[in-house]
C-alpha cells in the first residue's frame, strides 16, 4: 500500500504571528560551516574539540594562541616579545600599510609567537606560526624571532618546540627573506651541536621556504594528519610538468611514506605524544642517584646468580632452522611490547621512504631512555607481505643508523633485535644501493660512541643481520640462528642442490650454540618448548635482567674503551 | 500558543504527536531519514524534511540538521517524542539559544537529572528517599564493612567503572562481606584496572513503580498515579500497567507526593516520571527522573481521561495546568503490551523486514498506537518496537482478559514479532495473580 498523499492534514488557519520578537533563528555565532564536508557545526563543539570537525573530522586551522592553549600546562607559556624589525628592507610599495593593518586585525606583532612554556611539566622553548599574519610567511621579522628564541634556547640549555604553518618566504621582502631560511638553520645547526631535542611539529601548509629551513631539520619531525607540506607548492608543479597531480601528493601521509616525517600524530593527542618525547629526552643523564640505587642492586643479584649456560635441548641444527622460522614464534614488536614502556615510533630514512621491516624509535627500558631498532616480520599474512616478510630494504638501515645517530647524539644506548632471512633482494634494493648501506650500518656501527647490545631472535640472515650486529655484544636465543647465508643457498652454491639444506645446516655452524662456543656471541638465552608470544615471559624477564646489566657495564664505560672493545670484538676474529 | 510543531522522531510516538498537534489545530512538520520516506510520520504530518542519511546519528541525532529544519519550515517548537535527542541537554540549549520553544523541561534540568550523583544529591536534599549507599569511594576491606554496617545488609559492592555486572557481588551478612568484597574488587581490576568501589543497599526482587507527574511554568506540580513496569527483560520494559496491584491509597498518596517533591526540588517543567524501586515491605527508593514522555504513557492516560501530549503541548506554550491534584481520580485498569519485530526463540534477535499482511484489533477499551501498515517494511537501523497494544477496563482480570482476545488477534505477517510471548505472560499465573517483580522475566526464562 502506497500512502502519498493520501491523508487529509491540518485545517490550517495562518496566524499572523503577535509574538514577533521571539522568532526561531539562530544567533549570530552559534553555528558554522565545515569546508570540507560542508555541514553546518556547532561553533562551541569545534572549540572544544581542538577545532576538528565534529561530523567529518578534518583539522580547522589554528591561530597560535589556540595552538598554544592546547599544547602547553595552563597558565605556563610566558611569551617573549622581542623588539620586531618593522623594515621594509625592499621599499615594497604598501607593504608597510599591508602589516600595519594585519597587526591590527590579528592582535599580532609578526607571523610567530614565540616564548618559554612548560608541556606536561617539562620546560621548552616554544614557537607557533599563526596563518592569519601574511600566511605565515618568513620576513626578516620572523627568521629573527625563531633564530633569537633557538640561540636563548641554546643558552638556557632548553629543547624548541616549533609549530610550523607557512607559505614559504615572503615575497615583500624579496632576497632577505630568503636569507631567513639560512639563518634558521644555522641557529639550530648550533642548537643541534649543543646536544639540545628539537621537535618540529608540521601543519597544514607548511610549503616553500619554511619547509626547506626550519621546518625540515628537527630531531623528531611530527605532523597532523593530512596536512599539504612541500617545498614547490602543488599548483605551481602542475603548471610546471603540465600533469595532474594524484590524491593525497604532498600530504603528511605521503611524507610519512617517503621518509621525511617520524610520526603523524591526530591533535587530540599532540600534547601527549610531546610530554611523551620530552620525558625520552631529561637532557644531560643525571646518573648518580640512580647508578648508586642500581649498584647495590646489582651487587645482590651478582652474588645470587650463577651463571647458568642454557639448558639447552638436543635437536639437530637443521630442527633449529626450522624452528627460527616458525610462524607463531615471537618476533621484533612482541619484544618491544614486552621489554619497553613508551614507545614512540619513528619513520622514515629522510631520504627515499620508510621501510616497514625495520622498526624503530626510542623508549623507556626501565626507566631509562633508549633507541630500539627491531626488525619485523609481522605476525599475520597481510602484516607479513606489509613488512616483506623481515628482509628490510635499503630505506630500512638507514633510517636504522638515522635513528643510531640520533642515539649518538642524545647519549642514549642502542637496542637491536634481529630477526631477517636476510635483506632484500631485489631490483629496487639494488637501485638504491642495498650494499652501499649495509656497509654503511657497520662502518658507522663500529665506531657509535654509545652502547650497542643485538640480540638475535629468530633469523640472523647474513649482511641483513650484521647491519644491526655490529655490536658490543651480540646474544642469541636457544633456536636463532646466524649465518653467511640460508642453508638453502649455501646447499645451492656448494653443492649446486638446494635440497641438501638440511646437510648444509648441519655443517654450516649456524646455532646459538655453535656460535657461541666460536666466540661470536656473547650469551644464549634457553626457550621454552613452545616458544610463542604468550609463552616468552619467563624469556623476557631473563632478557631484561641481562640487558639491565649490559648497560650498567657499557655505561660505566670510558667511550674511548667502549669503542675499542667493540673494534677488538671483530679485529680478533 | 505554539501554532507550528516539528517533531524530531519518528515511529508511533512521531504519530502520537502528529495526532495531537491535528486535533489542536496545530500544524505539524516531520523529518524524516532517508530510510523513512514511506515511514507514516513522514506521511502523515503536513509537511516532510528530510534530514539525512538512514543512520541515527546522521540522522534523528542530528541536531544542526534539525534546529536548520525548524527554521526553514518556520515552526516555533520541537516535540522530541522519547529516545533520539529527548534528553540531550546540549540539544535543548541549543533550542533555547534560538528561541524555538523545546517541549519538555530546561536543558539545565534535563543536564541535573541526567547526572546520576547530582540527581541523588538533589532527591537527598529534598527528603526523597534514594537508595543507602556509601558517598565516597571505598578502597579497602575494613573501612568497606564499616559503611556495610552503617548501610544496612544485604549489601550490594559495585564497581566505580563498573558495568555488565562485573565487579558486582552481593554481600547477604557480615560474616561473607570480606570474601564478597575481595572478589569483586580483584574481578574490577582485573576488568577495568581499577578497584575502587561503592556500596549500596542491595534491594531484593523490588518492583519497578514509576510515578507521572506534570508541572506549569507557575510552579504547580501534580501526580497521575503510578506505572508498575516490573515485567522488564535486561532492563527494558515489555508490559505496563496502571495502577499497580500493590499501591494502596495511602502508599500511593506518600509515593506521589515524594514524586512531587522531587519534581520540585529539580525546577522541574512539562511531563516527567520519577522511577521507584519499592520493596515488599512497601519500602520505596528514588531511581532515576525521566525528563520527558515515556513510552508507556498511554496506561496513565486511560486511568485518568488525560491527554499527555496535549498537555505537554499547553505547558510548554505558558498555560498553567488544565488539573489539580484533586481532580485526578484513577479508574478501572490499563495495561499495555510492546509489540516488537524480535524473535523470541532466537535470543529476541530484531527482525526488520516487509510486513506482508496486517490486521489489527480493536473494539471498546482497545487502543493501538503503530507507525505499521500492510506493505510497510520496518527499517533495520532503529528500535525493534512495532506497536503498543493498550487495553482498558474495570478491574485488572477483566483487563488481563481483554488483553488476551486482543493479542489473539494481531496478525503481521512478514517479520517475526514477540506477540505470541506477550500472550504466554498474559497466561502465566503469577502474572494474573500480580505477584511479580523485576525479575520475573529472568525468572520464568530459566
Redesign the interface.
Given at each position: 500500500?502506497?500512502?502519498?498523499?493520501?491523508?487529509k492534514?491540518?485545517?490550517?488557519?495562518n496566524?499572523i504571528?503577535l509574538t514577533e520578537g521571539?522568532?526561531?533563528?539562530?544567533?549570530e555565532g552559534?553555528?558554522r560551516k565545515c569546508n570540507n564536508c560542508k555541514?553546518?557545526?556547532?561553533a562551541e563543539d569545534v572549540r572544544r574539540g581542538y577545532y576538528i570537525c565534529p561530523k567529518c573530522h578534518a583539522y580547522f586551522r589554528m591561530d597560535a594562541w589556540r595552538r598554544i592553549e592546547t599544547i602547553v600546562d595552563p597558565g605556563s607559556f610566558e611569551v617573549w616579545e622581542e623588539a620586531i624589525l618593522d623594515g621594509n628592507p625592499m621599499g615594497y610599495p604598501g607593504y608597510e600599510e599591508k602589516l600595519q593593518n594585519v597587526r591590527e586585525k590579528t592582535g599580532l606583532d609578526e607571523a610567530v609567537v614565540i616564548g618559554k612554556a612548560e608541556i606536561e611539566g617539562r620546560k621548552v622553548v616554544l614557537g607557533v606560526c599563526d596563518g592569519r599574519f601574511l600566511m605565515a610567511s618568513m620576513g626578516e621579522a620572523v627568521g629573527e624571532k625563531i633564530a633569537g628564541a633557538v640561540e636563548r634556547a641554546t643558552k638556557e640549555k632548553l629543547p624548541v618546540i616549533l609549530f610550523a604553518c607557512s607559505g614559504g618566504a615572503r615575497m615583500q621582502e624579496g632576497i632577505f627573506s630568503l636569507m631567513q631560511m639560512a639563518k634558521t638553520a644555522a641557529a639550530l645547526k648550533r642548537h643541534s651541536d649543543a646536544g639540545h631535542l628539537y621537535i618540529s611539529v608540521l601543519t597544514d601548509p607548511t610549503t616553500g621556504g619554511v619547509t626547506a629551513s626550519f621546518a625540515m631539520l628537527g630531531d623528531l619531525i611530527l605532523a597532523e594528519p593530512n596536512a599539504l607540506i612541500g617545498f614547490a607548492g602543488p599548483r605551481v608543479i602542475e603548471q610546471t610538468i603540465g600533469q595532474k597531480l594524484p590524491k593525497g601528493f604532498q600530504r603528511a601521509e605521503f611524507l610519512l611514506e617517503h621518509g621525511f616525517i617520524d610520526q603523524i600524530v591526530e591533535r587530540e593527542k599532540l600534547r601527549e605524544t610531546l610530554g611523551k618525547i620530552l620525558k625520552l629526552h631529561p637532557g644531560q643523564p643525571d646518573r648518580t642517584a640512580q647508578t648508586k640505587a642500581e649498584e647495590m642492586q646489582n651487587k645482590k643479584q651478582n652474588e645470587k646468580e650463577e651463571e647458568e649456560l642454557c639448558q639447552i635441548r638436543e635437536m639437530t641444527s637443521w630442527e633449529r632452522v626450522q624452528v627460527s622460522r616458525k610462524k607463531d614464534r615471537p618476533v621484533g614488536s612482541d619484544y618491544i611490547r614486552e621489554l619497553f614502556d613508551d614507545f614512540v615510533e619513528l619513520h622514515g630514512d629522510r631520504l627515499f621512504g620508510d621501510d616497514k621491516a625495520v622498526v624503530g624509535g626510542i623508549a623507556q627500558f626501565c626507566g631509562e631512555p633508549v633507541t630500539v631498532i627491531a626488525q619485523e616480520k609481522g605476525t599475520t599474512t597481510k602484516e607479513n607481505i606489509a613488512r616483506n616478510f623481515g628482509m628490510p630494504s635499503p630505506e630500512g638501515y638507514r633510517k636504522a643508523l638515522r635513528l643510531m645517530k640520533q642515539a649518538e647524539k642524545f647519549h642514549r644506548p642502542v637496542l637491536c633485535f634481529v630477526d631477517t632471512p636476510g635483506a632484500f633482494c631485489g631490483l629496487e634494493a639494488e637501485e638504491r644501493g642495498q650494499g652501499e648501506a649495509i656497509a654503511r650500518n657497520i662502518y658507522e656501527m663500529s665506531a657509535l660512541k654509545v652502547p650497542i647490545l643485538s640480540v638475535i631472535i629468530g633469523e640472523g640472515g647474513s649482511g641483513g643481520a650484521l647491519a644491526l650486529a655490529t655490536a658490543d655484544e651480540v646474544w642469541m636465543l636457544e633456536n636463532s640462528i646466524y649465518s653467511i647465508l640460508s642453508p638453502e643457498g649455501f646447499a645451492s652454491i656448494l653443492w649446486k642442490d638446494s635440497k641438501r639444506a638440511k646437510e648444509a645446516a648441519e655443517v654450516m655452524r649456524l646455532t646459538a650454540k655453535d656460535l657461541y662456543e666460536a666466540g661470536i656471541v656473547e650469551q644464549v638465552f634457553a626457550e621454552p618448548e613452545a616458544f610463542t608470544s604468550e609463552t616468552f615471559a619467563p624469556v623476557t624477564e631473563k632478557l631484561r635482567e641481562h640487558i639491565r646489566r649490559f648497560l650498567k657495564t657499557y655505561q660505566g664505560m670510558e667511550e674511548s674503551e667502549r669503542t675499542e672493545r667493540r673494534y677488538q670484538r671483530f679485529r680478533r676474529l | 500558543m505554539i501554532?507550528k510543531v516539528l517533531v524530531a522522531n519518528r515511529g508511533e510516538i512521531a504519530v502520537r504527536i502528529i495526532r495531537a498537534?491535528?486535533e489542536m489545530?496545530?500544524?505539524?512538520v516531520a523529518v524524516y531519514s532517508q530510510a523513512d520516506e514511506?515511514a507514516?510520520h513522514t506521511?502523515?504530518a503536513?509537511e516532510a524534511i528530510c534530514i539525512g542519511p538512514a543512520s541515527s546519528s546522521e540522522s534523528y541525532l542530528n541536531?544542526?540538521?534539525i534546529?536548520?529544519a525548524?527554521?526553514v519550515s518556520g515552526?516555533?517548537a520541537i516535540h522530541p517524542g522519547f529516545g533520539f535527542l529527548s534528553e540531550n541537554s546540549k540539544f535543548v540549549e541549543?533550542c533555547e539559544?534560538?528561541?524555538?520553544t523545546f517541549i519538555g523541561p530546561s536543558s539545565e534540568v534535563i543536564q541535573k537529572m541526567g547526572n546520576k550523583a547530582q540527581a541523588r544529591s538533589t532527591m537527598i536534599e529534598a527528603g526523597v528517599p534514594v537508595i543507602p549507599g556509601s558517598k565516597e569511594a571505598v578502597r579497602d576491606v575494613s573501612h568497606g564493612a564499616e559503611i556495610a554496617e552503617e548501610i544496612g545488609y544485604p549489601v550490594m559492592i559495585k564497581a566505580a567503572l563498573g558495568g555488565g555486572g562485573k565487579g558486582m557481588r552481593v554481600a547477604e551478612t557480615r560474616e561473607t562481606f570480606a570474601a564478597s568484597f575481595q572478589t569483586a574488587q580483584k574481578e574490577a581490576q582485573m576488568a577495568f584496572g581499577d578497584g575502587t568501589m561503592y556500596l549500596e543497599r542491595f534491594v531484593r526482587n523490588p518492583r519497578h513503580i514509576e510515578f507521572q507527574i506534570l508541572a506549569d511554568c507557575y510552579g504547580n506540580v501534580i501526580h497521575l498515579g503510578e506505572r508498575d513496569c516490573s515485567i522488564q527483560r535486561n532492563h527494558q520494559k515489555m508490559i505496563e500497567e496502571s495502577p499497580s496491584v500493590v499501591i494502596d491509597e495511602e502508599l500511593r498518596s506518600r509515593m506521589g507526593q515524594a514524586a512531587v517533591q522531587a519534581a520540585k526540588a529539580a525546577g522541574y517543567t512539562n511531563a516527567g516520571t520519577i522511577e521507584f524501586l519499592l520493596e515488599r515491605d512497601g519500602q520505596f527508593y528514588f531511581m532515576e527522573m525521566n525528563t520527558r514522555i515515556q513510552v508507556e504513557h498511554p496506561v496513565t492516560e486511560w486511568v485518568t481521561g488525560i491527554d499527555l501530549i496535549q498537555e505537554q503541548i499547553r505547558i510548554a506554550s505558558g498555560l498553567p495546568l488544565s488539573y489539580r491534584q484533586e481532580d485526578i481520580k484513577l479508574s478501572g485498569h490499563a495495561i499495555e503490551c510492546r509489540i516488537n519485530a524480535e524473535n523470541p526463540d532466537k535470543n529476541f534477535r530484531p527482525s526488520p523486514g516487509t510486513i506482508t499482511d496486517l490486521y489489527l484489533p480493536g473494539g471498546k477499551g482497545v487502543r493501538i498506537d503503530t507507525a505499521i501498515?500492510?506493505?510497510y517494511t520496518v527499517p533495520a537501523y532503529y528500535d525493534s518496537m512495532l506497536a503498543k497494544l493498550i487495553v482498558h477496563a474495570d478491574t485488572r482480570e477483566q483487563a488481563i482478559s481483554k488483553m488476551r482476545t486482543a493479542l489473539g488477534e494481531v496478525i503481521i505477517e512478514g517479520i517475526d514479532t514477540n506477540i505470541d510471548y506477550q500472550y504466554e505472560i498474559m497466561n502465566h499465573p503469577d502474572y494474573q495473580s500480580g505477584k511479580i517483580d523485576i525479575e520475573f522475566i529472568s525468572k520464568w526464562q530459566r
Open positions: 500500500m502506497k500512502l502519498k498523499n493520501m491523508f492534514k491540518t485545517g490550517g488557519k496566524y504571528s521571539r522568532k526561531p533563528e539562530v544567533p552559534l553555528l555541514a553546518a557545526i556547532i | 501554532k498537534c491535528r489545530g496545530i500544524e505539524t514511506e507514516l506521511q502523515l503536513d541536531m544542526e540538521q534546529i536548520s525548524t527554521l515552526a516555533d541549543l539559544k534560538c528561541n524555538i501498515y500492510s506493505g
